[in-house]
């Protein structure tokens, strides 16, 4: 391995109605989130197709350079991306919305995409991915949208968060709901030894009856964004795993994990 974010790296997942019993495994094109000088991803850029050969799954090729960070679906044809991320030309230089979109179409299924303008300050220092999503915002289900909420005015995702949330406000999803939105505040530790931090619990992965939630050594504040989750993930079981080591290496639970969906007979 020369990267550990299989989130990013790996598959990403689909099923399709019309093909029951199929496991499919999109392979995005990987460089390293943009080709920065210190990125290695010759390994990586492989494990989409290597875990596809593991567990069975049919392969959908992709030439779109993305990472399964980088979205967030309803399952229902909507599409969370950041003009930052998908039109990032360190990515995919002659790429624009309707290209991506297309593809976004064609391989996910996709058939609303919802463009975050940026994300997160953190994400754009040199090891960041340029403003993935899945630190931002999510959907847990369909209509309800989760979002990251910085609420100290002395940290500059503040504003961003405030920004992006009347920019959600007026958004619809696939089938032309508006999101009802759901704060998910962050912990009050500002700072770390290199700057404000990103810290965000909105970068969870589910289990089967379960939520792993990371944690920031908070107790208060850890424990108030479990009741949260669960409130959005109804009859799912909230733990909280400290997550400060990984975000010190630039990321989460959500981006060091990714699931496999039940295929149905």
């Given at each position: ?10 598959p ?39 875990v ?28 969370l ?57 999510t ?28 920019m ?37 992965t ?32 909230a ?20 699931q ?6």
């Amino acid at each position: 391995m020369d990267e550990f974010w299989l989130r990013d790296h790996g598959p990403t997942f689909v099923l399709d109605d019309e093909r029951p019993g199929v496991l499919g495994a999109v392979d995005w094109i990987f460089n390293g989130w943009g080709a920065p000088d210190w990125a290695s991803w010759d390994k990586a850029a492989q494990h989409a197709r290597l875990v596809a050969g593991l567990v069975g799954a049919e392969v959908v090729s992709s030439l779109l350079v993305n990472e399964g960070g980088g979205i967030h679906v309803d399952g229902e044809g909507t599409v969370l991306v950041t003009e930052t991320v998908q039109l990032d030309p360190r990515r995919n230089r002659f790429a624009d919305r309707a290209r991506v979109e297309a593809e976004l179409a064609r391989t996910i299924g996709a058939t609303t995409a919802v463009w975050l303008p940026r994300g997160l300050t953190r994400d754009y220092d040199d090891f960041g991915t340029n403003g993935h999503v899945d630190i931002v915002a999510t959907i847990p289900s369909p209509g309800i949208l989760l979002l990251h909420h910085q609420p100290n005015p002395e940290h500059p995702d503040h504003e961003v968060t405030r920004e992006l949330r009347a920019m959600l406000a007026d958004q619809t999803d696939a089938a032309g709901r508006a999101f009802d939105i759901v704060d998910l505040p962050a912990p009050d530790t500002l700072r770390d030894h290199e700057g404000f931090v990103d810290y965000s619990y909105v970068n969870h992965t589910l289990v089967n009856g379960g939520i792993i939630a990371c944690g920031f050594g908070e107790e208060r504040a850890d424990a108030r964004a479990r009741e949260i989750l669960e409130s959005v993930y109804p009859g799912r079981r909230a733990v909280t795993v400290d997550a400060r080591q990984i975000f010190a290496g630039g990321g989460g639970i959500h981006c060091i994990t990714q699931q496999q969906p039940r295929v149905p007979a």
